[in-house]
């Protein structure tokens, strides 16, 4: 199982965040699709998953700026957090967590700095 | 949110020692803790799942144990190679959350 994560390492002040994580040699069904960051104020923090089905559950202190989709058929899901601040510049990764929430594979992540 | 607390925030011990990382949530999470290690510039990996079982793959000088609000996790016997930044991660209630982590050295 593989993850990649895709997207602009870079976006402007107010602008739109928008990643895409790429699942090589995994079934959807089954499992939560993770989107995680990473930054060195907040340390690890959870945002939210996707199920197959499109389900969503996001974390509550993003729940007006965030939103998760999945597309089965190219083997992606998807994160757009919208109106970023500098508070969001951190290491996004994705995962799949499987059974009781258990994150058992991760993307590399990807650096997104929030900068004018 | 559930608060989770990890001791200490650093560690530097010996090649061989015995060495104990601890995980206190803020409230009972049963059994539902994970704990991951993060080597520089990489992604977190799953060492232990339901707070005691060993992940697949996983080398059996990792362990650990708890339930309720206070976790342990073990190094039976510290290597070169075990380097780097350990988390615990509650999924007993939304959000989940992590610890802040602990930092591992070797002297």
């Known amino acids: 199982v593989q993850l990649q994560e895709s997207g602009p390492g870079l976006v402007k002040p107010s602008e739109t965040l928008s990643l895409t994580c790429t699942v090589s040699r995994a079934s959807f069904s089954n499992y939560y699709w993770t989107w995680i960051r990473q930054s060195a104020g907040m340390g690890l923090e959870w945002l939210g998953h996707v199920s197959a089905s499109g389900s969503t559950t996001y974390n509550p202190s993003l729940l007006s700026r965030v939103t998760m989709s999945v597309d089965t058929s190219k083997n992606q899901f998807s994160l757009i957090l919208t109106s970023v601040t500098a508070a969001d510049t951190a290491m996004y990764y994705c995962?799949?967590?499987?059974?009781?929430?258990?994150?058992?594979?991760w993307g590399q992540g990807t650096l997104v700095t929030v900068s004018s | 949110d559930i608060q989770m607390t990890q001791s200490p925030s650093s560690l530097s011990a010996s090649v061989g020692d015995r060495v104990t990382i601890t995980c206190q949530a803020s409230q009972d999470i049963r059994n539902n803790l994970n704990w991951y290690q993060q080597k520089p510039g990489k992604a977190p990996k799953l060492l232990i799942y339901d707070a005691s079982n060993l992940e697949t793959g996983v080398l059996a000088r990792f362990s650990g144990s708890g339930s309720g609000t206070d976790f342990t996790f073990t190094f039976r016997s510290l290597q070169p190679e075990d380097i780097g930044t350990y988390y615990c991660q509650q999924y007993d209630k939304l959000p989940y959350t992590f610890g802040q982590g602990t930092k591992v050295e070797i002297k």
């Open positions: 995962a799949r967590a499987r059974g009781n929430y258990v994150l058992d594979y």
